[in-house]
């Protein structure tokens, strides 16, 4: 009844979602990962763990809007929304990879709007901006470039110009800086691609009940989403088809960027692309039954994970 009630676009559902996701972010109060934050000036640990709500929960409905918006999931529904909140549940305060996850978001938005644009310059260069200026934080980003000239090619419309107009804006945010930095007499930033295979251990044995319970549920809706999204990608129509084949190079992609960099952060990648894979399972699986029973292990694990993650 849970997965049924969220497919449709009723606004109530935001409502709905938003009491949820403060609840959810509200038994990180009592975490020992909250509890440990550094107070730089009073109430600095509270206002972090506000922030982190506001922007999760903004950047999940965001994310609903978008892809609902650009018939990558035709069917009205609200689900991926509280599929973005859940895929966080292992993150406390994080709040600055979320910032930077929800700058991927308008990256994400521009690489959909190419679609049957005759003339798509402005969309690409403001593409290439957003890559360019989220490279401050995590300089591998910049490896992102490559789906715009992907994402070019799949809607039809790659061209010289396109090309030159993607690569181009790399270099302005760094122009301003390295002026400034010129006139101010400082060092030029210049970012620091660097790969490197990291060997990432995974003792499930070790894992705490709770953690055991999440991950397992998580690998086992993974496996349904890709099989469903694979089994039944001919049955959709060619711009769901081609929006899909898009998230699909930023989902392996990402995966890249996490196994060959050191910045575990990177992780947060991913989440956008597999979240809609996800929702996508949710939205179409035939077998309701199934679907509301995976869904609700889905949101009780979760659930569950966090409220065990208090005073630990």
Not at 40 to 47: A, D, G, H, N, R
Not at 76 to 87: G, H, R
Not at 167 to 177: A, D, E, G, R, S
Request: one cysteine or more; aromatic letters at 24%; hydrophobic letters at 55%.
């Amino acid at each position: 009844m849970i997965l049924k009630s969220l497919k449709n676009s009723h606004s109530y559902l935001i409502v709905l979602f938003i009491i949820f996701s403060f609840l959810f972010f509200s038994t990180s109060f009592f975490t020992k990962e909250f509890q440990n934050i550094e107070p730089l000036f009073p109430f600095y640990s509270v206002i972090i763990l506000f922030s982190c709500f506001v922007l999760t929960t903004f950047h999940a409905i965001g994310l609903n809007n978008l892809i609902y918006e650009k018939d990558v999931i035709k069917k009205p529904n609200f689900i991926l929304s509280f599929v973005f909140l859940l895929l966080n549940t292992t993150f406390i305060t994080n709040h600055k990879m979320i910032l930077f996850s929800f700058g991927l978001l308008f990256f994400l938005n521009y690489l959909l709007s190419l679609y049957k644009q005759k003339q798509p310059y402005a969309i690409v260069f403001n593409a290439s901006i957003i890559l360019s200026i989220l490279s401050f934080y995590i300089p591998n980003v910049l490896v992102l470039f490559t789906l715009i000239i992907l994402s070019s090619i799949i809607f039809r419309n790659i061209d010289w110009r396109i090309i030159l107009l993607s690569i181009l804006p790399l270099f302005i945010p760094y122009i301003f800086l390295w002026t400034y930095q010129n006139f101010m007499g400082d060092n030029l930033y210049f970012p620091n691609i660097h790969f490197s295979y990291t060997t990432y251990t995974f003792d499930f044995i070790s894992l705490k009940l709770h953690e055991m319970i999440w991950y397992s549920i998580l690998f086992l809706i993974i496996l349904f989403s890709f099989f469903e999204l694979f089994r039944w990608t001919y049955k959709k129509s060619i711009k769901s088809r081609e929006s899909f084949t898009i998230i699909l190079f930023y989902f392996f992609i990402a995966i890249i960027l996490f196994l060959f960099t050191e910045n575990t952060e990177t992780i947060f990648l991913i989440l956008i692309p597999l979240s809609v894979v996800i929702s996508n399972f949710f939205v179409y699986y035939k077998k309701e039954r199934i679907g509301e029973f995976i869904f609700f292990l889905f949101l009780f694990s979760s659930i569950f994970y966090r409220l065990s993650m208090i005073n630990m």
